[in-house]
């Protein structure tokens, strides 16, 4: 079957095949490229021929710690254009370029009445697939939006000029406003944030559009240097300097009134309330994992310092997200600058394990179905 689709721009005949390829998960830590059918689509659905997908930090924790069932297709930072509509789409067309968010909440419980959107149980059911167990599917060629995801909100469409590659980074920046917005930060405010990879790059630089003087840390240069792209020249460098001496004495040895922890792991988390002043804030924005970590109950009590953690996306902030990434593409906020790798599909595991491992060369990580996809 050949669906015609045409749209401002060009002109492109899309053929959608029966099969096509994925980055399946079948169990801890084994990724494998495979050949799965194309998901069929119901009433109400929207099919997605995806042009790119950013590797998360949360895809890579499921990977590794087999928090979810196999098989899944994970993926949900992608972008990608209609090929195909079920009966009863009115609101999009044909060829239309759209960022599909994987979940998006009802808007009406308790939960979402209280602005905790990610508690939602509608939010926690994921609306987006290639096969098996919905997971969200960015990590293959299509992927079948569901009903509920695409009568609402769930599908913004990408505006002329922003290349799909600068549209995957929605969800993402929104996680990221969400926790810089919980921080309330001052003009006059100093933040510290710990580690200068994609998530705590986009921190510091959404944090110091707030007005606040925004202090940065991480092990790598390289890292330093991409930040500076962004008007981020405070850096500190962890290899060599005491991230907590250098930021007292930025501070007037009060220490800084808020610290982002975007490093995973509980190593830093000792670090981050020994930076913060007394009555300042630190959030947990990489802490994705239940376990235990040591804690100075007294930092809390006596020190008054708080402990915060932000998790998610939020609906509520939707539209001033969607102006930062689109307009922000030729206006000083180019996220593109962050893609260090870009892997076909056929080399996803490679992508997994180079995401897996961060190093001093390695920022975001995009899995594009087809080379070269994620630029148009
Ligand atoms: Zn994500
Ligand atoms: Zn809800």
Redesign the pocket.
Known sequence: MATQISNAESHIETKIPATMQAAVYRGINDMRVETVPVPAIGPGELLVKVATCGICGTDLKKIHTGSHSAPRIFGHEMAGTIVKMGPGVTRFALGERVVVHHHV?????Y??RKQT?AQ????KKVGATAGFEPSGGGFAEYIRVMDWIASSRGVVRIPAGVPFEQAAFLEPVNTVLKGVKLLRLAADDTLLVIGQGPIGLMHAALARRTGARVLTSDLYPERHAIAAKFGLHDSIDAGKEDVVERVFKETDGRGADAVVLAVGGNALIKTAMAAVRHGGRVMLFAQTQHGEATIDPGAVCMDEKTLLGSYSSSFEILDEVTGLVFGGYRNGFDLTQLISHRFPLERAVEAIEVASHPQADSMKIMIEPVPGAGLD
Not at 105 to 109: I, R, S, W
């Open positions: 909440p009802c808007g009406e419980c939960y979402c959107f939602c149980p509608v939010y």
